[in-house]
């Protein structure tokens, strides 16, 4: 048996007798238009959409011969619709097959052109289907002229109206640290912590600052802290972000000891649910040949193991 | 003495993810019009327009009020622009009272307003400098520690948040305006939602809104129709991080408390003040403002929501619009507190309304809980 032949399991019987069949008139039949349907198509090549009126003054697009509500012959009169209309109903092809006006997904839709008494069906090229809504503005992409045959395919599909439009907008900075903080990141630098103590008000302020938030005052006097302090409170942050290691992460309140307000630290070396208020922790710094001026120098605060403190 | 000063119009949009059919220029349009409609009067009527809103990053629209002064009628008037964060809606009620109390103008039209819809709000408060490493994600990312803190000082049991959290939207169902609407919401709901930064769960955090909201403000001899007399009216700020600042129970948000109850003479709030429209834009906020408001004892607050005081059918409501939990264009959300206070002692709050009620608070605050703005209105002339 040749090995490219797949065995059938029945491959003797005729009922297992399978073959390709394609009816096809050769070049494809002839559509006589009558002068109604040819007026519409005719218009349609020249990049217009027209409606014909019947009797009772309905705007009947694409046209008919014959006016559905009572047989009687359409009125003579052309009326140009369009070329925009609105979405009445829809449905979503989200994988086009052969054959389809698009090749990417698109929506088939019921669209009343402006003027019309009557919806069209046509292609909307929306993108996506969140797009889509009843009552959605839409406007006919037409083919290039030279490739306009008088079909319905001239309109090559509906495309939304304008709605929103892109706004990039980008500032870019240059920015440096500052007198203080720069002064601060030299200490993260060398592995302290530089606070500041406010003179008037007695608080000690870390990152080191050089004014007072309480009182005003300048802050002259530079304290060194050590990188220990507790943990007053925390959020643990079940959102991704691309400075956490990992999700979910714990973002802390930590009171380095000697200092008199809290900095937000990324805690870590503990699950979060053992995380409390009140424990002790101590900076994990980088080794000190990797060490910048950047606060990436402090990978994590981590427990320390101490007691919890009392809040 | 300031001059007497009234909301004699009040304008809203309905609040909802996506206003695909307008600009901003419209939305705050719609908001005001709707004001001067209720106000019987036009664009003309107005003497100056004072606009709020919250960070431009949000829209990344620079300076908004310029571009919106055709759409609010403000060609060849003051226009101004208030910016306080979260605060802002109460600020820029404030700011244009202030203009009718110092007799500057007649009538003044306050518009606040957010399309978030435009970008991401928690993007444009999480945008992180160089240099620092705030770990900040987000409002949620700001307030969840201090709520811990709030659960471990009051011993509040776990489930007061997600009491809020439905209350307030039971009574979103009775606002039209209100953005999210949830038939069938109830503690099993919230609870089946994710947290998102413990303590805080998804449906214990507002939304993300698209709306405006708009008052028209007149001096006494101006006032017609159903006024809602303004009673007083603070500010106050704080610094983000200051040795010893109480972020649970900030100092800002007493000492502005108590000088807009000491400027409409009340000393008990529970009972001089019949509803409440307070800023909780995450649940928990409720309890935490229910003491910093002096509406109960420190570490007493969750007590009156557990017992359901500030439910529709409590002693003092809090929210019956749905508040903030249930819609929140930012720079908006707190002129809405200060109208539907207006709204419920003019007695038009609809569905929602407060029987009776005569004297009503509006709250915001902002930032870090370091920005205040409160008044209180009431249907009796001061």
């Known amino acids: 048996m040749p090995s490219d032949h797949p065995p059938a399991p029945e491959e003797s019987s005729a009922e297992s007798l399978v073959a390709e069949h394609v009816l096809e008139f050769p070049g494809g039949y002839t559509r006589t238009t009558g002068p109604v349907i040819g007026r519409f198509l005719t218009e349609l090549r020249e990049g217009r959409i027209v409606g014909v009126r019947t009797a009772a003054g309905r705007v009947l697009v694409p046209p008919l011969e014959y006016d559905p509500e009572t047989g009687d012959p359409v009125t003579g009169e052309y009326v140009q619709v369009g070329p925009a209309g609105t979405v009445r109903s829809w449905a979503w092809v989200g994988t086009p097959r052969k054959g389809h006006p698009l090749d990417r997904p698109f929506a088939w839709a019921l669209i009343e052109l402006d003027g019309a008494g009557t919806a069209l069906v046509h292609a909307v090229d929306a993108g996506t289907v969140k797009a889509m809504r009843p009552g959605l503005r839409v406007r006919p992409r037409f083919r290039p002229e030279a490739e306009r045959a008088g079909h319905i395919t001239d309109i090559a599909c509906f495309v939304p109206e304008v709605s929103t439009m892109a706004a990039p907008i980008r500032t870019e900075y240059r920015v440096r640290p500052g007198r203080s903080l720069a002064r601060f990141l030299e200490g993260v630098r060398d592995g302290v912590f530089l606070g500041g103590r406010c003179a008037h008000c007695d608080k000690v302020y870390v990152p080191y600052r050089t004014t007072c938030p309480e009182c005003g005052s300048t802050i002259g006097e530079e304290v060194e802290l050590p990188d220990t302090g507790t943990v007053t409170t925390f959020a643990i942050n079940n959102l991704p972000d691309p400075r956490a290691p990992q999700v979910p992460f714990v973002s802390a309140y930590v009171v380095l000891d000697g200092a008199d307000v809290p900095m937000i630290v990324l805690l870590g070396d503990v699950p979060a649910r053992d995380v409390r208020q009140g424990m002790r922790v101590r900076a994990v710094w980088v080794p000190p040949e990797e060490r910048t001026l950047s606060m990436g120098n402090i990978r994590w605060f981590a427990p320390t193991g101490e007691p919890d403190v009392r809040l | ?382």
């Open chain 2, 1 to 382: 003495m300031a001059n007497r000063c009234a909301v004699i119009g009040v304008g809203q949009t309905k609040y909802q993810t996506k206003r695909r059919d307008v600009s901003i220029a419209g939305l705050v349009r719609e908001a005001a019009l709707r004001a001067l409609e209720d106000a019987e009067l036009t664009f003309t009527d107005i003497d100056a327009i004072v606009i709020g809103k919250a960070p431009d990053l949000f829209e990344g629209v620079m300076m908004p009020e310029v571009y919106l002064a055709d759409a609010l009628g403000g060609a060849g008037k003051p226009v101004t622009r208030v910016h306080t964060a979260g605060s802002v809606g109460g600020s820029t009620a404030l700011v244009g009272a202030s203009l009718v109390q110092g007799g500057v103008h007649d009538r003044v039209l306050v518009v606040a307003f957010e399309k978030q819809s435009e970008s991401n709000a928690t993007w444009a408060l999480s945008t992180h400098l160089p240099f620092t490493a705030s770990l900040v994600v987000g409002a949620g990312g700001y307030f969840a520690p201090h709520i811990r803190e709030y659960m471990r000082r009051s011993g509040a049991p776990g489930h007061i948040g997600t009491l809020v959290a439905v209350k307030d939207r039971l009574n979103a169902l009775k606002n039209p305006y209100a953005h999210l609407r949830i038939p069938g919401i109830d503690r099993a709901m919230v609870e089946s939602t994710p947290m998102l930064w413990e303590p805080i769960r998804y449906l214990e955090t507002c939304p993300s809104s698209d709306g405006a909201c708009a008052m028209v403000l007149a001096a006494e001899h101006k006032v017609t129709g159903t006024p809602a007399w303004i009673h007083g009216g603070a500010m106050r700020s704080e610094p983000i991080f200051r040795a010893g600042r109480d972020t649970v129970n900030p100092q800002g948000g007493k000492d502005c408390a108590a000088d807009v109850y000491r400027q409409a003479g009340i000393s008990d709030p529970r009972r001089e003040i019949d509803v409440a429209e307070v800023y909780v834009p995450f649940s928990w906020y409720e309890p935490m403002w229910l003491e910093n408001l002096g509406f109960a004892g420190e570490g007493e607050g969750w007590k009156l929501t557990e017992a359901g005081a500030t439910a529709l059918s409590g002693d003092i409501p809090w929210n019956a619009s749905g508040g903030v939990l249930s819609s929140n264009p930012i720079g908006a959300s707190g002129l809405i507190r200060f109208a539907e206070a207006a709204l419920q002692v003019r007695g038009r709050a609809g569905e929602h309304q407060v029987e009776g009620a005569r004297r009503a608070l509006g709250h915001a605050y902002g930032g870090g809980a370091q920005f205040f703005a409160m008044w209180i209105v009431g249907s009796d002339r001061p």
